[in-house]
């Protein structure tokens, strides 16, 4: 196996450490996978917590779904494939349940309100997926049909989804959700939160073009 091949193994151990280490998973929670080639993509393992997990406990999976080195991937593997057949650019996929952001979920509350600049230019609004058991294509198809839309989901009664160029860009937009979510919930403590207006969110989509993220991915429909 080739330099970048291990690369990905340290990139993705490193992430899901962080993950439960910020308590954005617990247990076995969570999953992460990255694109290796056209054909091939490599996701965590099942049953096994992320923030033990070791890089040769990695998995190799054909587009297909056929295992490629007998190791068990995740039972989210479905998701992960699917969301790589429907975005070419896309090369990470991370699956967590990071507090804040879940209690949003489980709330039924998207994060769709233009509140901070750094958002508004990193992912825009994040949608309320409805819900579907884990591990099924009910889960995947809702995701699927908005996955050209946003980089990032929130997902009914069960957690965040993130995409990414790669491994790193897809966890710190799971870090951008949760901080997002917890600054939200706070300002609804406070008693108000107020969004930015249509000019001031235009100006933060058209800066977007200087940190090389797509200008039509997250629904501003300025």
Do not use: W
Request: net charge neutral.
């Amino acid at each position: 196996m080739d330099d970048s091949y291990s690369k990905i193994k340290n990139e993705i151990m490193l992430v899901g450490r962080r993950m439960y280490e910020r308590n954005y998973v617990a247990s076995n929670d969570g999953n992460i996978s990255a694109r290796l080639d056209n054909n091939q993509i490599m996701i965590t393992p099942s049953g096994i917590s992320k923030g033990y997990i070791n890089p040769e406990e990695m998995v190799i999976v054909d587009m297909s779904g056929k295992v490629q080195n007998n190791k068990k991937p995740s039972s989210e593997l479905s998701l992960h494939l699917q969301i790589y057949k429907n975005r070419p650019d896309v090369n990470s996929v991370c699956h967590a349940h990071p507090i804040y952001a879940t209690a949003f979920a489980v709330a039924g509350i998207p994060l769709d309100t233009y509140v901070l600049p750094e958002v508004i230019i990193s992912l825009g609004k994040i949608p309320l997926i409805e819900y579907g058991t884990p591990g099924t294509e009910e889960l995947y198809n809702p995701i699927i049909k908005e996955i050209n839309k946003y980089d990032a989901f929130l997902l009914a009664n069960h957690g965040a989804l993130t995409v990414g160029k790669n491994i790193v860009n897809a966890y710190h937009k799971m870090e951008t959700i949760e901080h997002f979510a917890h600054i939200a919930f706070l300002s609804k403590q406070l008693g108000q939160t107020t969004a930015l207006d249509e000019i001031q969110v235009k100006k933060l989509f058209d800066q977007r073009n200087k940190f090389g993220i797509r200008k039509d991915i997250g629904d501003s429909n300025l």
